[in-house]
């Protein structure tokens, strides 16, 4: 295959003043970047968008740094090796990497997973990415779902959540997804398991969510804050847990809320532990939670859900629609064969 001479790039234009919109984004070109030594040079397959890296955009990510303009807009991406100055890699392998929104990048080849062709590769930018893994040990390193326990897990349609519900599924605890929409909601309990899914912009959330919560709340995976987590909290059982996953409620403002009440009360009266946690702080032992999270897959026991873009130059809409709920699973942009 004949490679074009110019890297297409999605740049950062401008930081989002209060809502995230695709005028945040321009389209440029680069030359292809060359590999140095020990470095691989990757064609960029399939990429994938999350609401994390909204966080990154408003500086309140530590780990992602202080937002920037003029940069590629980061991502993590399946990508094909076309060149390599690495014995660990050779042209045509697959892997995955922190691309960003561009066709090319170059690695430093310790940087790369790769990836087999055994399921399909997506799944290693879904269930076998960052967000499986981040479902897998903030749910079973931070708490123990199973049989007799309640789960509740918000953002239950999302990368994460979906992921969530499903391990503790397997797991043999009760599950109960929060979402958008009703037809999240079926969806959450006809294609993903889930037992009860209740939607937080129902008028009456709260009596709702205690109906589908009849003995209580054991361990609640919060992937929103706000007003969501003030709900939840109440509901929880004396010794619950509480695992801080993320706060999407409040990414997609210059003006986030303040935390709920109840914090540290209704901790301290029922003995709650809450605790937030990075997945990257488990990189040691990604590669056997990847192992056990594909024995799931291939045995049918996972159902990991895509939504997929096609090209490029949609991953600014495809963002923009994500914050807004428009995503079922992982989201996905198709960028090239
Ligand atoms: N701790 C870690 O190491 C780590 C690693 C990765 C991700 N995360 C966090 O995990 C969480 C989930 O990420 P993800 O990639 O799974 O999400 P995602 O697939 O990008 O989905 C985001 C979902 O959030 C929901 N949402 C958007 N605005 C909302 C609002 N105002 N209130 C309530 N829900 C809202 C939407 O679903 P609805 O239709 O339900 O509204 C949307 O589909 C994020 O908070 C992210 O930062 C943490």
Redesign the pocket.
Known sequence: MSEPAANRQVLIDSLPEDKLTIENYRVATAPVPSPGPDQVLCRTLVLT????TR?GLQGSASYAGAPKTNVVMNGSAVSRVVESTSDRFKPGDLVACPAGWQDYSVHPATGLTRVDDDVDPAHYLGALG??GL?AYF?LLDLADPAPGKTVLV????????HMVGQIAHIKGARTVG????EQ?CQLLTDRIGFDAAVS?RSPDFRNELKAACPDGVDIYFD??G?D?LGTALRRMNEHGRIIC????????TSNPAAAPTGIPGLLVNKRIRME?????DYAARYEAARAEIKGWITSGKLNPLNDEFDGLEQAPAAFVD??????V???IIRVAT
Not at 178 to 181: G, P
Request: hydrophobic letters at 35%; proline letters at 0%; a positive charge.
């Open positions: 968008i999350g609401a994390g966080a960052t967000n981040t903030g918000s953002a239950a349609a999302g990368s994460v959540g929060i979402t958008s929409t999240k937080y992937n929103t706000g969501i996953c993320g706060v999407v409620s409040q990414y997609d937030g946690f990075l997945v990257f994500l914050l807004a709920g428009g995503n699973g992982t989201r």
